[in-house]
């Protein structure tokens, strides 16, 4: 059952990890795709690898800092197809720094990029979804979010207040049937955890009653449920894909 045929999705941090896979699936599940990335060439070389089976793949640049590059990429999926079904706003970055040495610069980097940069893509696709009354806007908080990270007061502070957004812009759009909701991954196997140390990520994977690291496609698969109808009475929510890790 292709659970997107037709519609239009637009992701950003497209490129690489969760985002890459977010884009697979809903490739495979019908959508055409619009896969947007910090650097053009990022996302039209991944595009590409996508649009190789033959999936309605475009790649294209978005700082998702810049509200002209947001509302640009919306735009061109408006302009190309009539309307916008569906936003993953996933793009995202890390300074990690205890308090005490987090320069102004990581923590304004860090908000910027998924607080700012959510709010920015909420904002320019809710304006279509609204007049078009339907629309699915995913955001990509993290578990860090719910409870907090060692060295991570930028990324925890601005994950948390993806939470908060995605349940205001519901409540606000919900009678226009246009539904918003978050994911919180846990530990996921992409370049953000790449740098972690091995006996680290053993150390957590003891917390994780799964007993280990999350699969991209394991996000990817959720974000396709709650961007589809099978979430049709789902707004506000926050789903953790985390292994059942400080559940
Ligand atoms: P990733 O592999 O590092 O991919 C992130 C992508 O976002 C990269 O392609 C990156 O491009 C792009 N990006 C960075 N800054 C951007 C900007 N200003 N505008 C547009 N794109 C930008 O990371 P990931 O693990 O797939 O993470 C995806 C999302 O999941 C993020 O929001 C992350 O916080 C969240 N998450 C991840 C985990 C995990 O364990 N991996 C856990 C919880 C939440 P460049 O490479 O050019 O910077």
Redesign the pocket.
Known sequence: MALLEGRSVAI??????????IAKVAAAHGAHVYL????VD?AQAAAAELAADGAPVVGLG?????PEQYRALVDRVVRERGRLDVLV??????RDAMLHKMSLDDFDTVV???LK?CWLGTRAAAEVMREQRSGSIVN?????GKVGNIGQTN?AAA?AGIVGLTKAAAKELAGRNVRVNA???????????AAIPAEVLAAKARDIPLQR??E?VE?ANVALFLASDLSSYMTGAVLEVAGGRFM
């Open positions: 950003t941090g497209g490129a690489q990890g969760i985002g890459y896979q947007s990335d910090r650097t990022a978005c700082d998702v800092t810049s706003n996933n793009a995202g970055i890390t910027a990029v998924h940069g990509i908080s993290s578990l860090a990324y994950k994911i919180q991954p846990g530990i996921i196997r992409t370049a953000m955890t690291m999350g991209p996000v």
